[in-house]
């Protein structure tokens, strides 16, 4: 069984590009379906979360059936921003790494532990 520590990006992207080929959908996955269709599916995971207080939503993990569900949607989350990486030919290790470099910088540990402000908001204590 493959799992996250034993499966690389490269490897799902992989998968993706062959279920795609095999249904010759590729002309169907243009940059704006797939983004539109991150959006809708995103759209689909916050139902999950729409009507239930923060708590039930900690304790979700707990409920078989919602969590099953919810695990479908991030998913079908992952598999069109997957495809659209493959699309765009975007490296998503590289991407996700210069992302993460940024927010350091966006988001000092030293000014934003412990705090949801916004990196503009954050202020130095002087």
């Given amino acids: 069984m ?3 520590n034993n499966t690389t ?3 799902l992207k992989k998968k993706m590009s062959i279920f795609i080929k095999e249904r010759d959908w590729q002309k169907f996955h243009s940059p704006k379906n797939l983004a539109m269709s991150i959006a809708i599916e995103a759209a689909e995971l916050m139902e999950h979360f729409q009507w239930i207080s923060s708590e039930d939503a900690i304790k979700i993990k ?3 059936e ?3 569900d919810i695990k479908d949607e991030l998913s079908d989350i992952l598999s069109y921003c997957l495809s659209l990486a493959n699309y ?3 490296d998503i290790t590289d991407s ?3 992302k993460m470099e940024k927010n350091k910088k966006k988001y000092p540990e030293e000014l934003a532990y412990g705090k949801n402000t916004k990196y503009n908001k954050l202020e130095k204590n002087n």
Wanted: glycine share 0%.
């Fill in 2 to 4: 493959q799992k996250d």
């Fill in 9 to 11: 990006v490269d490897d």
């Fill in 62 to 64: 707990d409920n078989n």
């Fill in 66 to 68: 919602n969590i099953n």
């Fill in 88 to 90: 765009l030919d975007i």
């Fill in 96 to 98: 996700f790494i210069k």
